[in-house]
Nanobody
Framework: QVQLVESGGGLVQAGGSLRLSCAASGRTFTMGWFRQAPGKEREFVATIPWTGGRTVYADSLKGRFTISRDNAKKSLYLQMNSLKPEDTAVYYC?????????????????WGQGTQVTVSS
């Protein structure tokens, strides 16, 4: 069983940066970040395989967000730069039993509780 705990969310002004962290217990393979804004479906943000090699991002977030992981620390990170009010959402860490990049919610087996990110204009 894998447990995931996110941290690092908060309130930031537009144009600012935040770094989200996710601490995992248990063995993890592909991991990812998703987000869910009020009244909207959960959407894919980024994913990274166990090797940390081929990362995949939502097209609209490329260049602003960076996903990374430290397997020795069993941690996943999301660096978010140039934040916009539309980035406001609850951000979720997820872990998959897959060894390759996964971009859909159905492809993930474990989820954290989420951390709130609010970007003010």
């Amino acid at each position: 069983q894998v447990q995931l705990v996110e941290s690092g969310g908060g309130l930031v002004q537009a144009g600012g940066s935040l770094r989200l962290s996710c601490a995992a217990s248990g063995r993890t393979f592909t991991m990812g970040w998703f987000r869910q804004a009020p009244g909207k479906e959960r959407e894919f943000v980024a994913t990274i395989p166990w090797t940390g090699g081929r990362t995949v991002y939502a097209d609209s977030l490329k260049g602003r967000f960076t996903i990374s992981r430290d397997n020795a620390k069993k941690s996943l990170y999301l660096q978010m730069n140039s934040l916009k009010p539309e980035d406001t959402a609850v951000y979720y860490c997820a872990a998959s039993n897959s060894l390759v990049a996964v971009t859909t919610t159905l492809g993930y087996n474990y989820w954290g509780q989420g951390t709130q990110v609010t970007v003010s204009s």
